[in-house]
């Protein structure tokens, strides 16, 4: 089987992954030793023939995920060799699922395979399963919310459901960390619109925004008085980490538009975030280069995986990246 997963709402697309990967799990392999993710910027074609070619330790089936191939790779020639390769060698015993994350703007038809240059790419429209994760608006937000709450054995009424919409917006990430504080807070109880207003932080939260403001400016000092007021007033690592993961995704995702288009109130229709969000990222974007929050991006996204996976201290990762932003790449 090979799946596609690809749009810009990486939380919806990374449970789906995850629904992929556990029911791989619960049918051929509890151990998980026949899983692997490559990533998909640096991989060669050797390396996923290398994978794709293992027998599987105690099944006969591998799960292989590829991220982000098709935007991150620089190899010309291994799209055409992998698309060879599971055309003639694939096996269908195994399961490869092609993950890709998007920007925002990119058109959400698929395009007719006779007009796709790319040959992995035509491929996988014609033979993997297509699953498209665009971003969620209005009350498709308001039904997600309301579901994702049932899911979690939770309560909220509509009034409510809309409220977290308004303030939170399709950041499906922040959405699920503000949802689980909500269930906990009411425990068991319904969630009322009146909860909402006084738990949730709005997700332009501005002491976000000011340190956003500070690394734009490459000013190290005031990036670190910051980052320390946020740490020692009681704010988790991982919510500092999510609220900039979010910036820094909304500030790249401003900066592939602002070529086309830099007010304000029309990158925010175009990209379905608030108007006062847009604003501000409109003005911090035009600081960075497209390199610049790409690279930013990556390392807090190591930092994510690095708090996760390791004891390494938070706030000494926080500030590398700091040093990294302010000093290094002044």
Same mark, same amino acid.
């Given at each position: 089987?090979? =799946?596609?997963?690809?749009?810009?709402? %990486?939380?919806?697309?990374?449970?789906?992954?995850?629904?992929?990967?556990?029911?791989?799990?619960?049918?051929?392999?509890?151990?998980?030793?026949?899983?692997?993710?490559?990533?998909?910027?640096?991989?060669?074609?050797?390396?996923?023939?290398?994978?794709?070619?293992?027998?599987?330790?105690?099944?006969? *089936?591998?799960?292989?995920?590829?991220?982000?191939?098709?935007?991150?790779?620089?190899?010309?020639?291994?799209?055409?060799?992998?698309?060879?390769?599971?055309?003639?060698?694939?096996?269908?015993?195994?399961?490869?699922?092609?993950?890709?994350?998007?920007?925002?703007?990119?058109?959400?038809?698929?395009?007719?395979?006779?007009?796709?240059?790319?040959?992995?790419?035509?491929?996988?429209? *014609?033979?993997?399963?297509?699953?498209?994760?665009?971003?969620?608006?209005?009350?498709?937000?308001?039904?997600?919310?309301? +579901?994702?709450?049932?899911?979690?054995?939770?309560? =909220?009424?509509?009034?409510?459901?809309? +409220?977290?919409?308004?303030?939170?917006?399709?950041?499906?990430?922040?959405?699920?960390?503000?949802?689980?504080?909500? =269930?906990?807070?009411?425990?068991?109880? %319904?969630?009322?619109?009146?909860?909402?207003? $006084?738990? @949730?932080?709005?997700?332009?939260?501005?002491?976000?925004?000011?340190?956003?403001?500070?690394?734009?400016?490459?000013?190290?000092?005031?990036?670190? *008085?910051?980052?320390?007021?946020?740490?020692?007033?009681?704010?988790? $690592?991982?919510? =500092?980490?999510?609220?900039?993961?979010?910036?820094?995704?909304?500030?790249?995702?401003?900066?592939?538009?602002?070529?086309?288009?830099?007010?304000?109130? %029309?990158?925010?229709?175009?990209?379905?975030?608030?108007?006062?969000? +847009?604003?501000?990222?409109?003005?911090?974007?035009?600081?960075?280069?497209? +390199?610049?929050?790409?690279?930013?991006?990556?390392?807090?996204?190591?930092?994510?995986?690095?708090?996760?996976?390791?004891? $390494?201290?938070?706030?000494?990762?926080?500030?590398?990246? @700091? %040093?990294?932003?302010?000093?290094?790449?002044?």
């Amino acid at each position: 089987m090979i =799946i596609y997963l690809h749009g810009p709402d %990486t939380y919806r697309m990374r449970q789906r992954l995850l629904f992929f990967r556990e029911g791989f799990k619960k049918k051929y392999d509890a151990s998980g030793l026949n899983m692997v993710t490559l990533d998909g910027s640096k991989m060669t074609t050797e390396e996923f023939r290398k994978n794709a070619g293992q027998i599987g330790f105690l099944s006969a *089936k591998r799960f292989i995920v590829i991220e982000n191939l098709f935007a991150g790779n620089k190899q010309k020639k291994i799209f055409e060799q992998l698309a060879d390769y599971l055309a003639d060698e694939w096996s269908d015993d195994n399961v490869l699922v092609f993950i890709e994350e998007e920007e925002a703007t990119k058109s959400r038809r698929k395009p007719a395979t006779k007009r796709v240059s790319n040959p992995l790419l035509a491929l996988l429209l *014609k033979k993997a399963k297509l699953e498209e994760f665009p971003f969620l608006k209005g009350e498709q937000i308001t039904r997600w919310i309301v +579901a994702e709450v049932k899911k979690r054995e939770g309560k =909220i009424d509509t009034a409510a459901a809309r +409220a977290l919409a308004t303030l939170v917006g399709s950041d499906l990430w922040m959405m699920s960390s503000e949802i689980e504080k909500l =269930i906990n807070y009411k425990g068991g109880k %319904t969630i009322s619109a009146q909860d909402v207003s $006084e738990q @949730v932080r709005a997700a332009f939260d501005d002491n976000i925004f000011h340190l956003t403001d500070a690394l734009a400016a490459k000013d190290a000092r005031r990036s670190f *008085k910051m980052l320390h007021d946020q740490l020692e007033s009681g704010s988790h $690592e991982l919510y =500092i980490l999510t609220m900039l993961i979010r910036q820094f995704r909304i500030l790249l995702q401003v900066k592939s538009v602002l070529d086309q288009e830099s007010n304000a109130s %029309t990158v925010a229709a175009r990209l379905g975030i608030n108007p006062f969000v +847009a604003q501000k990222a409109v003005r911090d974007a035009q600081k960075f280069t497209v +390199a610049e929050l790409e690279k930013i991006y990556h390392q807090l996204m190591e930092i994510d995986v690095k708090i996760k996976t390791t004891q $390494e201290n938070p706030r000494l990762l926080f500030d590398l990246l @700091v %040093t990294e932003v302010c000093v290094t790449a002044a």
